[in-house]
């Protein structure tokens, strides 16, 4: 009867894991699809990743339900609180990500209608690409619980800093020699923010991954640039 109850509270736990590393190949594509659309000017590809976010929205109310139950009735200690905790807190930061990823489509949709500005696109890609290989590392060292590859994404962040700052600077260019592109340029910005901030919830989830395999913070300041 114990060993019955432990496999149960062990598969348990793997399907709280299962469930997350779902939402974290749901948030990739949603964020590799509304970079897409920006380059592409496609409207249905940034209209599906706009109604795809609801899917994220279930799942991580579904994990938050598991973990508040596992938490109530097996009262998990040690490593396996940690790992409650940790998934609870990464499907948190991935639901938010589909959350900028939708924001990213939705202006895609007003910038599809402006003049295309094709050196600021590539700019948005190239980041865009930048931001889903942290995305996709910091899920991989998640599912195979390893602390190195998850901090090689923490002490990246200010790779995805720089190319913020550098778009910034190439903007401003663009809108003070055309003030006709102040509104589209406005809205390519704000998809910057957005690809930037996706990349410190990739550091925020680097960051869950060493609290559930060490048990203990990560104190050290981040590696991280300011950016404009």
């Known amino acids: 009867m114990n060993n019955h109850i432990v496999r149960t509270y062990g598969e348990e736990l793997d399907q709280l894991s299962a469930e997350v590393m779902l939402m974290g190949g749901l948030a990739e594509a949603q964020v590799a699809d509304a970079v897409e659309a920006v380059a592409r000017r496609d409207v249905a590809l940034a209209q599906s990743v706009i109604e795809r976010d609801r899917k994220l929205d279930e799942l991580e109310r579904d994990v938050e339900r598991k973990c508040i139950r596992l938490i109530a009735l097996r009262q998990p200690m040690a490593a396996d609180l940690r790992k409650t905790v940790a998934a609870m807190k990464i499907a948190t930061s991935l639901e938010r990500t589909g959350d900028l990823a939708k924001n990213i ?40 619980a390893k602390l190195d590859m998850a901090m090689a994404v923490w002490t990246s962040d200010t790779e995805v800093d720089e190319h913020y700052n550098a778009l910034f600077r190439e903007l401003l260019t663009y809108m003070m020699g055309d003030p006709r592109t102040i509104s589209a340029c406005t809205h390519i910005l704000f998809m910057a923010k957005n690809l930037e901030r996706i990349g410190d919830h990739a550091t925020n989830m680097a960051e869950h991954i060493h609290y559930e395999i060490t048990g203990e913070d990560y104190v050290d300041d981040r590696p991280k640039m300011s950016t404009l």
Do not use: F, H, N
């Open 105 to 144: 489509a939705k202006r895609s949709l007003v910038i599809a209608e402006a003049e295309p500005l094709s050196p600021l696109t590539r700019s948005i890609e190239r980041m865009g690409k930048l931001v889903s290989s942290r995305l996709r590392d910091v899920l991989d060292a998640y599912k195979a």
